[in-house]
């Protein structure tokens, strides 16, 4: 009996690969705030296929009574009223989006392998003023940031998207603890073999380091899909602006089709959500990994 007890803890471990009573105590924790994390997303899936009488109403409804597509279809008719298309907003979003995840990716990986196996001169001050700019948030930073591309000429301009949004110190600041974590023996080898810091870099560094990179990714798309503040601050070319930008314009209340914009803001706010949300579901192991390990040395 008692053979058969040490055998079960051993294949049970820390995490049993099946179900374990010793599992109840937390599921009686964890459903309940995976019931409040969930809580948001479908309130927001269910109101973008609900009437508009129906979103007035209170308390407001969780699930629509009667759902369609009319939200969906306000969505792009009140687009059609406006001299620049939907589409042209959404194009917008999704070219920053992309150039903004490959050029954050490129920048993080390098910054991050010079910063952590390169010895030079002021290699420690650079890392600790990356590390200062990891508690200022972007309220805090707008003026002098406005100046700054005031005086660099980018201001109203396709540029001044993706430029600003280049400098992430969180994506350095977990690219290079996981860099840190790659033995300098390794490095030495490749370079002995007459590996160039190229090589290294592309086959080794950035293969070892995936799961840091997911999270950069999602945290450079997540900031560019959803950003307002540039389409509002920097820039009154109406083609140049974004999606996020045109969802939050239509629901001004001095726009003459506010009611029918609350409907449309709606399905927006669907469209701005499912991409951060698939995103998210198809990479969230990888960010768990870096979570877990951004901080081991």
């Keep these: 009996m008692k053979r058969k007890k040490v055998k079960r803890l051993r294949h049970c471990g820390i995490n049993p690969p099946g179900f374990d009573r010793g599992q109840i105590k937390f599921w009686l924790y964890l459903i309940p705030i995976a019931a409040l ?16 009488d129906e979103l007035f109403l209170w308390p407001p409804r969780l699930f629509p009574r009667r759902p369609g597509f009319q939200n969906f279809n306000e969505l792009f008719s009140l687009a059609g009223r406006q001299a620049v298309p939907i589409t042209r907003y ?36 650079l890392f600790a003023i990356n590390t200062i700019a990891l508690m200022f948030t972007p309220a805090a930073v707008a003026i002098p940031r406005y100046l700054v591309i005031v005086n660099l000429g980018l201001l109203d301009t396709f540029a001044v998207h993706i430029l600003p949004m280049l400098a992430m110190p969180v994506g350095l600041f977990l690219v290079k603890q996981f860099v840190d974590q790659l033995p300098d023996a390794l490095i030495e080898a490749a370079q002995i073999d007459g590996a160039s810091d190229y090589f290294i870099v592309r ?4 293969p070892m380091i995936s799961p840091a990179l ?6 450079a798309f997540q900031m560019s899909w959803g950003d307002i503040a540039t389409s509002t601050q920097l820039i009154t070319n109406e083609s140049l602006r974004t999606f996020p930008f045109y969802v939050a314009n239509i629901v001004d209340p001095t726009n003459p089709h506010m009611v029918a914009g609350f409907a449309a803001a709606q399905a927006g706010g669907l469209l701005i959500l499912l991409p951060n949300l698939i995103l998210f579901v198809l990479l969230q192991s990888r960010v768990m990994n870096t979570m877990a390990h951004s901080g081991i040395k």
């Design 90 to 125: 959404l194009a917008n979003s999704l070219l920053v989006a992309i150039l903004l995840v490959l050029l954050s990716l490129l920048i993080s990986v390098c910054a991050g392998y010079v910063l952590s196996k390169k010895n030079f001169r002021g290699k420690k001050l």
């Design 37 to 52: 994390m969930i809580w948001p997303i479908i309130f927001q899936v269910t109101r973008a296929f609900m009437a508009v």
């Design 214 to 219: 997911a999270t950069v990714a999602i945290l």
């Design 203 to 206: 086959k080794i560094v950035i």
